[in-house]
């Protein structure tokens, strides 16, 4: 497999050109028909970057650690890069599975324990370019009833993932809350399997830039002592500040590269 890994990653870097793009418009639409869950997620999508994601090399630092996300029609290459002395970590996942390196030695790894290191890569990428890939065939979305927040509305859509193809957490659940004027992601909340339980956070917007045409934020993230509290009302449950800050999920240096087709 690390030949295809090393195959995939010189195709995709070799095509990497800096381009210069306007910023996305995000300026109200009207609505002449009753949109549907995917219209709202396209729409998203459309603002927040559109096709750029799939042609797209990323590089950005998260809590003191290195992120590359190499995107190339449906070819892709997610890079976590660990440092400690003079050690080097390299986690890999692609289309054709998970690699872990020590320096430049490969690492073999029982399926259950590079599983999670996997599943911890992609949930890092995931929420940097949200909400690019909510398109995918192994995504349901569901319109839930819309909601006002901070005096704004938003359109809310549940999405669920199918087993095949939804990755090593498809039973994770999210819901989100995309402005009704600028159609961007503002509020997101999910549920996850821990070992006690079902885990919830609550994640709140900010920090807004667009670089290379392609939007990024930051966030609050929030939980809940209650988990009594469905999903889908964790944010009544943040606007009667009934949930705790646990966090700040910041992205740093990041870069952003224009794939040629």
């Known amino acids: 497999m690390k030949k295809y890994i090393v195959v ?7 095509s990497c050109k800096n381009e210069n793009s306007n910023s996305v418009k995000s300026g109200s639409e009207s609505n002449p028909k009753t949109l549907t869950a995917d219209d709202i997620i396209t729409k998203s999508i459309a603002v927040s970057g559109g096709e750029r994601f799939k042609q797209s090399s990323l590089k950005f630092e998260f809590r003191d650690t290195y992120y590359q996300a190499l995107r190339k029609n449906h070819e ?10 003079n050690d080097s ?16 030695a490969f690492v073999k790894l029982e399926d259950s324990i590079a599983n999670v290191y996997s599943a911890s890569v992609n949930s890092v990428h995931y929420f940097s370019v949200l909400p690019y890939g909510l398109n995918d065939t192994a995504v349901n979305k569901t319109l839930l009833e819309s909601e006002k927040i901070k005096g704004k509305d938003y359109h809310k859509v549940k999405v669920t993932f199918n087993e095949e193809g939804g990755g090593e957490d ?21 549920s996850y399997t821990e070992v006690s339980g079902i885990g919830m956070r ?6 807004e830039r667009y670089i290379t045409g392609l939007r990024f934020v930051d966030y609050n993230n929030y939980k809940t002592e209650n988990t009594s509290i469905p999903l889908e009302n964790l944010a009544k449950a943040f606007e009667a500040d009934e949930l705790k800050l646990l966090s700040k999920i910041e992205l740093e240096n990041i870069k952003v590269d224009l794939v040629n087709n």
């Open 8 to 14: 995939l990653l010189v195709v995709l870097l070799s």
């Open 76 to 85: 892709f290459l997610l890079v976590r890069v660990l440092v400690k002395d």
């Open 89 to 104: 970590t390299f986690d890999m996942l692609s289309n054709v599975g998970f690699e872990r390196y020590h320096n430049d």
């Open 170 to 190: 498809h039973e994770d659940v999210f819901v989100y809350w995309v402005n009704k004027e600028t159609f961007k992601v503002d509020y997101l909340a999910y």
């Open 202 to 207: 609550f994640r709140e917007a900010y920090n």
